[in-house]
């Protein structure tokens, strides 16, 4: 049995590799953006300290807003990466009904 729609193939090949790629850059982001809260916040104490500005709830509001940006980007960028290695699957799907449907085919008329 010949293999047909070699360009499908390739697409549904090329949205799977995006959607693994896509989520290993959301995990690497999301802890990018967890490190450089915590980094910036201790910058931030550190930096109030040693000129006396009197900050003192700022550094953890900092923590917070990069935790909640951590959680969002995981969120959309998981959802994403789903959507785009499902697509990939489908298509793959749909080559494979049509192979199933022609053989079927092919053996009734027989």
């Known amino acids: 049995m010949e293999k047909r729609y070699t360009l499908l193939r390739i697409i549904g ?3 799977r590799i995006l959607g693994i790629i896509g989520i290993v850059i959301t995990i690497l982001g999301s802890i990018g953006m967890c490190v450089v809260g915590f980094l910036g916040s201790t910058f ?13 709830p700022g550094e953890y509001v900092q923590v917070a807003i990069s935790l909640i940006m ?4 995981f ?3 998981t959802a994403v990466s789903l959507a785009s290695y499902a697509f990939g699957e489908g298509i793959h799907l749909l080559i494979s009904l049509e ?11 027989t």
């Open 44 to 56: 931030i104490s550190e930096y109030a300290a040693w000129i006396d500005l009197g900050f003192g």
């Open 75 to 77: 969120i959309n960028g």
């Open 13 to 15: 090949t090329i949205y």
């Open 99 to 109: 192979k199933s449907a022609r053989l079927t085919t092919r053996l009734i008329q």
């Open 70 to 73: 951590a959680v969002g980007i």
